[in-house]
């Protein structure tokens, strides 16, 4: 017999996204609500509070507009999902100590 494990996140499961320095690994965390859009394009536009590097998103570029829109769908997504027959279930790479005991390893 084989198991496999899988990790799917539901999204009503999403609660919020969390964005991370890539040069100190400060975290800033951006609940999902009506406002996180417009949070995040503040945040992006920023530097990091620790560190003092830039994020590097530019003010109107298409990057920038990409990310504002990431976080308005993932905001819409709950209210669009609630009530229907269907769940949206995301798929992630399982945490290592996960797939070391559905392969049999040892903790
Ligand atoms: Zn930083």
């Known amino acids: 017999m084989t198991f496999e494990k899988k990790c799917l996140v539901e999204s009503a499961d999403i609660l919020a996204v969390h964005y991370e320095c890539g040069e100190c690994h400060a975290t800033i ?7 996180s859009p417009q949070q ?15 994020f590097g ?31 949206l279930k995301l798929e992630i790479k399982c945490p290592e100590s996960f797939a070391s005991r559905a392969s049999g390893g040892t903790d």
């Open 29 to 35: 965390v951006v609940p999902i609500h009506k406002g």
């Open 40 to 54: 995040v394009m503040m945040l992006a536009m920023s530097k990091c509070a620790y560190c003092q590097t830039a």
């Open 57 to 87: 998103f530019g003010v109107g570029t298409s990057d920038m507009e990409r990310l504002c829109a990431f976080s308005e769908q993932l905001q819409r997504l709950n209210e669009i999902m609630k009530g229907k027959n269907l769940k």
